[in-house]
């Protein structure tokens, strides 16, 4: 099923995104987490691609596994940076033949070297133009495609309105969804789905949620989402609570339970909790919000 489907028909979403493990225990533990979080019945769940296809065959292995073995709809992210033509139509070509339905088009980073990747696509844009013209054998509408968007501006993109302008590109192109980068405002937020309506951008938008679980995350948190800016609020409630990992943790997930019980007031799409392969923080939010496992 495509999301945009499931969007449509009206009722606000809840997703989980995991990322592949490189070692076979971290594979079992994640789904170990995955069949917890699956008890609640998600929409959605979605799996990362590392920069410059560095995961491709993780992230596709765990996508098949999740689709065979799971009730689940996985949602694949592709990224273009450093790809070709032909190797994005192989990579299509090998979702298709598994059945995935769903793709998160990104740019990507660039590699991990620090090198310049040769490629042909510069913009997500044109990744989601390839995708949308691509014929999936079992769907004639083809592939459902979501894409990125970042309530506290893209980080290579510093003017705002460029960065909005770019944004409604991939939207033209044939996207369905926005999904967002992590935040911890949800001033950020509104004032982004504000800004997407001035400019003509009409598909749903989905919140990106990460609660914090440990202070040891929190500069590994900033650098994964390009910057995030974290409020004073929070840090001086985490700070305040040392060395009490449990305290700190508690303070994060009520904080980010607290955020979700807003955005649910505030008509949200759905919301997308950034997990790290972990369900214990996600599974206390979900309860906080009346969720019950099936």
Known sequence: MHIRDI????QTTISFEFFPPRQPEGTAKLMDSIATLESFAPH???VTYG???STRDLTHDLLVRV????????VAHLTCVGHSREDIAQILERYAAAGVANLLALR??????GSTPCGDFQHAS???????????PADSRGFGIGVAGFPEGH???PNRLLELDHLKAKVDAGADYICTQLFFDNHDFYDFRD???LVGIRVPIIAGILPVTNMAGLRPIAELAAGARIPARLLKALRHAGDDAEAVEDIGTQYAAAQCADLLHEGVAGIHFYTLNQSRATIAILRSLGHQPM
Request: hydrophobic letters at 30%.
């Open 126 to 136: 044109e990744l989601v133009s390839t995708i949308r013209s691509f014929t999936h």
């Open 7 to 10: 969007l449509a028909a009206g």
């Open 67 to 74: 689709r065979q073995t799971t009730s689940l709809e996985p």
């Open 108 to 113: 990507g980073d660039n590699p991990v070297n």
């Open 51 to 53: 920069a410059g296809g």
């Open 44 to 46: 959605f769940v979605s």
């Open 155 to 157: 980080p290579a993109t």
């Open 195 to 197: 800004r997407c309506d």
